[in-house]
């Protein structure tokens, strides 16, 4: 297993979460549906896991729960051993549309979680918009910003309370293709340079394998695992190396797609 270079001493220390035996559902016109059958994972601090599954088999319930933003209908998600009972600014989440506010400034987005949590730092919202190649659009307002820096500047909003754990829905899924693979190259520096945990739900096998420690394949109804792969390929990886072909091909079939893909 991969895991990121140490983060340094002043940096809060990468969350490690245990799912243990989770079930979860929801009533859909009336009838209860299970969505999350029996999922218990273990994730290290430091990891980068890639969930990976149909579309609708409940990869964003579980990142929910993980975030605490609801329970689980049974058993427990326990960060650093404690069990998660609601949000935190330990667990940032970031989805597929980086939801910035209109009204506000790129450089008052970031600001906004790090005002919210009472620590005005000028000094951590630069640096996190720096970190993201934003320096020079701080006064720009969101419409002015193309998809991909729109996208930077959630990123940012989810660096600056230095979170220990990121979790990401799908979060480079409406961008071009040429804005994704550098957005990827970003995610991956950022990762190893600060050392968080990461949970991203991806639908590219490709990406899981160019980015992750670690792919769990997912089947549906109920979710349950697959497949748990650990990637052991150095970075910076190449889509075209043989091995990540190979094991591209066995996720595939995995998740039942024909071999030929
Ligand atoms: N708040 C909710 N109320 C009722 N049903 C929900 C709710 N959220 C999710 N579901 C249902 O749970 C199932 C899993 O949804 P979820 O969004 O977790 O899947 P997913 O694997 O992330 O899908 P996709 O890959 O398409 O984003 C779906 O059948 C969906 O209809």
């Not at 979790?167 to 968080?196: A, C, H, N, V, Y």
Request: a positive charge; proline letters at 8%; aromatic letters at 4%.
């Amino acid at each position: 297993m991969v895991i990121a270079p140490t983060a340094p001493a002043e940096r809060a220390a990468p969350l490690g979460i245990r799912l243990c035996g989770i079930h979860h559902g929801y009533r859909i016109g009336g009838v209860f549906t299970p969505v999350i059958g029996d999922v218990s994972l273990d994730i290290a601090p430091g990891e980068f896991v890639a969930l990976l599954g149909p579309s609708g088999c409940g990869k964003s319930t579980l990142l929910r729960l993980v975030a605490g933003l609801e329970p689980p209908h049974a058993g427990q998600v326990l960060a650093d051993g404690a069990p998660v009972t609601g949000p935190g600014p330990d667990r940032i989440v970031m989805f597929q549309d980086p939801t910035l506010y209109p009204w506000r400034t790129v450089r008052a987005n970031v600001a906004l979680s790090r005002d919210i949590a009472g620590r005005r730092d000028d000094a951590a919202v630069d640096a996190a918009i720096g970190m993201v190649g934003l320096k020079g659009f701080e006064r720009a307002w969101p419409h002015q910003l193309s998809g991909g820096m729109a996208q930077r500047a959630a990123l940012a909003r989810a660096l600056v309370n230095d979170p220990r754990l990121l979790i990401l829905d799908e979060p480079l899924g409406k961008l071009d293709s040429l804005t994704r693979l550098t957005m990827q190259t970003e995610l991956l520096r950022l990762w190893q340079k600060r050392g968080f945990t990461v949970i991203m739900v991806t639908h590219d096998v490709e990406e899981a394998l160019l980015l992750a420690t670690r792919v769990v394949t997912f089947r549906p109804r109920p979710a349950g695992v697959i497949s748990d792969m650990s990637i052991d390929l150095p970075y910076p990886r190449h889509r075209d190396n043989p091995r990540l072909l190979a094991l591209r091909r066995e996720i595939l079939v995995r998740l039942g797609h024909s071999e030929d893909w």
